[in-house]
């Protein structure tokens, strides 16, 4: 099957909204605007994981992390929100708004990005990771070569 883009379906927004409120209900009342930032999301993101407010096999909760992740990286590169199906079923990914670079269509699929380390046992600096993705895109946005 050849990948399909298309915009979010009222499932994969309520979905991804959710998982974005778990993530924040880690905040408390007064420091909610904090996920408004990149510095913010950055926080409370590595605050989760140094916490250990997950268990290993908390596929949703791993994923959430994935999705403020992904939160994060639209802030700062302008992605949007998308979902993409394909042979192994539809999944949320973020795609570049104007992509003119040598790539037709520039897309990260954050999900699993947090979750897929923690499940080896890796840890997870996200300033660092973010960085690293940041680094990669802004390169494929500009047509650097790769």
Known sequence: MEQVIRAMSDNMVKRIENQRNWVIGHLTENSTLKYDTVEGKLSLLQGILDGNFYH???????????????DLLAQDLDLEWVEVEDEYGI???LKHKNTTSIYENILL??????????????????????????????????????
């Open 56 to 70: 290993k096999n908390q596929t949703m909760e791993l994923q959430s992390l994935g999705i403020t992740f992904g």
């Open 91 to 93: 999944s949320p990914a």
């Open 109 to 146: 699929f954050p999900l699993t990005m947090i979750s897929k380390r923690i499940e080896k046992d890796e840890a997870v600096d996200v300033e660092y990771l973010f960085n690293a993705v940041y680094d990669k895109v802004q390169e494929m946005i500009d047509g650097s070569k790769i």
